[in-house]
């Protein structure tokens, strides 16, 4: 059995899910070989709710607009069918799957705290957005990022520390919308952003994107992992990308982990057009429970095997071979 007793749920910060071998208690009987990380995982309009209530700050009217087009919908739900597929598999794989309950409406969890609040770095959005502007809502917030990432950090070392593997699993919209400021227009500014018009304007992204390189050129990503990935989602007729949208910035938490445990920690963005039925922008998308397994079952084929081949040798870095 597992003595982690920091490793465990916070309220209104992250839930934690064991799944794997267990004993009649539904205790983990041995360290999962496996973290999932949802670092933007607070999908549900009543995180937002309450969070948005306990602020002092005079929040952007419609500000749920922002909430619905900005959240990672369907990553929650895609880890989980990874997690019970790789748990159910012979041999019984342990997963631990991270999700955060901080809306990143309010403060991002996959963002370092620093630089100018509401500025957007290299196409990345801020920690803080410049609406959040009481100092009471600073120190409310950042506590809370705080403790969300000392449960993260021991669960990467839990798992990565002793040789398995971590996926970082994000959805993103299906166009690059490019907004420079996240300030208190940011409801204007996507409402003029996502009129069709101007919305046909923005790059698409593919389908699926690994994002296995880094602004500063650090070793990341398992190639073997990637490319198994990118040919598993080839294989559905599906477009994808090796950062093709976006490196890892230092500015991203997801960097530092991956930076920490080098080879062991790949990160996707899955098109939330493919989880969505359809994908409503500024508004509440249905989920289609057929599109997330058709998603999760070529990562939880790629990350069995790559589980396997860990056992057998060492893991490298380097170049990503097609």
């Given at each position: 059995?597992?003595?982690?007793?920091?490793?465990?749920?916070?309220?209104?910060?992250?839930?934690?899910?064991?799944?794997?071998?267990?004993?009649?208690?539904?205790?983990?009987?041995?360290?999962?070989?496996?973290?999932?990380?949802?670092?933007?995982?607070?999908?549900?309009?009543?995180?937002?709710?309450?969070?948005?209530?306990?602020?002092?700050?005079?929040?952007?009217?419609?500000?749920?607009?922002?909430?619905?087009?900005?959240?990672?919908?369907?990553?929650?739900?895609?880890?989980?069918?990874?997690?019970?597929?790789?748990a159910s598999?012979?041999?019984?794989?342990?997963?631990?799957?991270?999700?955060?309950?901080?809306?990143?409406?309010?403060?991002?969890?996959?963002?370092?705290?620093?630089?100018?609040?509401?500025?957007?770095?290299?196409?990345?959005?801020?920690?803080?957005?410049?609406?959040?502007?009481?100092?009471?809502?600073?120190?409310?917030?950042?506590?809370?990022?705080?403790?969300?990432?000392?449960?993260?950090?021991?669960?990467?070392?839990?798992?990565?520390?002793?040789?398995?593997?971590?996926?970082?699993?994000?959805?993103?919209?299906?166009?690059?919308?490019?907004?420079?400021?996240?300030?208190?227009?940011?409801?204007?500014?996507l409402r003029?952003?996502?009129?069709?018009?101007?919305?046909?304007?923005?790059?698409?992204?593919?389908?699926?994107?690994?994002?296995?390189?880094?602004?500063?050129?650090?070793?990341?990503?398992?190639?073997?992992?990637?490319?198994?990935?990118?040919?598993?989602?080839?294989?559905?007729?599906?477009?994808?990308?090796?950062?093709?949208?976006?490196?890892?910035?230092?500015?991203?938490?997801?960097?530092?982990?991956?930076?920490?445990?080098?080879?062991?920690?790949?990160?996707?963005?899955?098109?939330?057009?493919?989880?969505?039925?359809?994908?409503?922008?500024?508004?509440?998308?249905?989920?289609?429970?057929?599109?997330?397994?058709?998603?999760?079952?070529?990562?939880?084929?790629?990350?069995?095997?790559?589980l396997r081949?860990?056992?057998?040798?060492?893991?490298?870095?380097?170049?990503?071979?097609?």
């Open positions: 059995m597992i003595d982690a007793p920091s490793l465990a749920s916070v309220a209104s910060v992250c839930d934690l899910t064991w799944l794997g071998p267990s004993d009649g208690d539904g205790n983990p009987q041995a360290p999962p070989k496996l973290l999932i990380e949802i670092p933007h995982g607070s999908t549900q309009r009543a995180d937002y709710d309450t969070l948005a209530a306990q602020l002092r700050s005079t929040l952007p009217e419609n500000l749920e607009e922002f909430f619905y087009v900005n959240t990672d919908i369907g990553a929650p739900e895609c880890a989980l069918r990874i997690g019970d597929a790789l598999a012979a041999g019984g794989i342990g997963v631990l799957l991270i999700r955060s309950r901080i809306p990143r409406t309010f403060i991002d969890c996959n963002r370092v705290i620093a630089g100018i609040p509401g500025v957007v770095v290299e196409g990345l959005t801020p920690a803080l957005p410049s609406y959040i502007h009481e100092p009471d809502d600073h120190q409310l917030l950042k506590a809370r990022h705080r403790r969300y990432h000392e449960v993260v950090a021991r669960a990467y070392d839990l798992v990565c520390g002793a040789g398995g593997l971590a996926l970082q699993l994000h959805s993103y919209a299906p166009r690059s919308v490019e907004i420079a400021t996240i300030d208190e227009t940011i409801v204007d500014k003029w952003a996502y009129t069709p018009e101007v919305y046909a304007r923005w790059a698409r992204r593919p389908d699926i994107d690994i994002i296995c390189e880094s602004t500063d050129d650090a070793p990341l990503s398992s190639p073997a992992l990637v490319n198994s990935i990118l040919d598993n989602y080839r294989s559905l007729g599906l477009e994808v990308g090796a950062s093709a949208t976006y490196r890892l910035h230092p500015s991203a938490m997801g960097y530092h982990y991956a930076r920490r445990f080098p080879g062991q920690v790949v990160c996707v963005e899955l098109n939330r057009e493919l989880v969505a039925d359809p994908f409503t922008p500024l508004a509440e998308s249905p989920l289609s429970a057929a599109k997330i397994e058709r998603l999760a079952r070529p990562l939880a084929r790629s990350l069995r095997r790559a081949d860990a056992r057998r040798r060492p893991s490298s870095v380097g170049d990503i071979t097609r």
